[in-house]
């Protein structure tokens, strides 16, 4: 098999992609490359006989000398947000070494609806999608659903409250693990396509947040109600609550995308590429009980 470079695969959802690829995938170590800033935080996977290489997306160079070699590329999207267009400006220069080393697929994590979505970074996954298709080079986007992982940020708090504060009002958001994201993309990555792809990776239902109130006071055994505010209100309780200010814009956008229908897109794309059914957001809650608080 041709070689399969990983980017960000000291990362969460990195190194659960690698891990789908030797178990689930059954592909050879000898023919995955784990990309980091830092190979030292990828010992345990070197010691399995995966490649390392070092690959820093403010490091034009690095990139090239990584790229190099490489059939299939996934450049999982970078988590530098501190300030418009960075990460548009990283990807873009992952973009033009894939294009100059000879890479034969980019793969790429995205967003749903990208094209209309309210999420205030969803402009730099348009832009790179762009900047792949202007490259020429053939393309799979996965575009990812927001995690279940993604309520651990919220919910416990909540909980500890009994009150849920959101301004998504009856909007619904398809819920997917982590894990199984990877292994869609893990099954994306070693699938042969006739032309350019573009799948959508969604759990089995969207729910609203009241819906999943219920489910976490289910499992929890706590009381929890939603308390429905407008966007100004919500602001305005995360700035009381002590949220960093300039996180405050980005938390108010992923309710107002909630809210406009940019998360409730279903889709059986997950089972396609891992051949396994998505698990539940009961199931996930309920094996991550103690996450809840």
Do not use: C
């Not at 967003?111 to 298709?133: M, N």
């Not at 350019?196 to 009241?210: F, I, K, W």
């Not at 814009?249 to 998360?263: C, V």
């Amino acid at each position: 098999m041709s070689k399969i470079l990983v980017t960000g695969a000291s990362g969460h959802l990195g190194r659960l992609v690698i891990q789908s690829l030797l178990e689930d995938q059954k592909v050879s170590p000898s023919d995955i490359v784990a990309a980091s800033r830092d190979t030292a935080k990828l010992a345990d996977l070197a010691a399995k006989g995966v490649e390392t290489r070092r690959a820093d997306f403010d490091d034009a160079s690095s990139l090239a000398s990584a790229f190099a070699g490489i059939d299939r590329l996934l450049i999982i999207s970078t988590d530098a947000l501190d300030r418009p267009g960075r990460r548009l400006e990283q990807h873009s220069v992952a973009v033009a070494a894939a294009k100059a080393t000879g890479v034969g697929r980019i793969f790429y994590t995205s967003l749903p609806k990208v094209e209309t979505s309210l999420v205030s970074f969803a402009p730099d996954h348009a832009g790179t999608e762009q900047a792949i298709k202007d490259s020429g080079i053939p393309y799979t986007f996965f575009r990812n659903g927001w995690y279940m992982e993604n309520l651990f940020m919220s919910v416990p708090q909540a909980l500890g409250s009994g009150h849920w504060y959101s301004s998504a009002a009856d909007g619904r958001n398809a819920y997917v693990a982590r894990a199984d994201i990877a292994a869609a993309i893990a099954g994306g990555l070693v699938k042969q396509e006739a032309g350019n792809a573009v799948y959508t990776l969604t759990g089995t239902v969207a729910l609203t947040t009241e819906e999943i109130a219920a489910l976490v006071s289910q499992v929890s055994g706590k009381p929890l109600s939603v308390v429905h505010l407008n966007d100004e209100q919500l602001a305005g309780g995360m700035k009381g609550a002590g949220v960093p200010e300039f996180l405050i814009p980005m938390l108010i956008s992923f309710e107002a995308n909630a809210r406009a229908g940019g998360f409730d897109a279903v889709t059986d794309d997950v089972k396609s590429l891992s051949g396994k059914t998505p698990r539940d957001l009961k199931s996930f809650l309920e094996a991550n009980k103690a996450a809840l608080g």
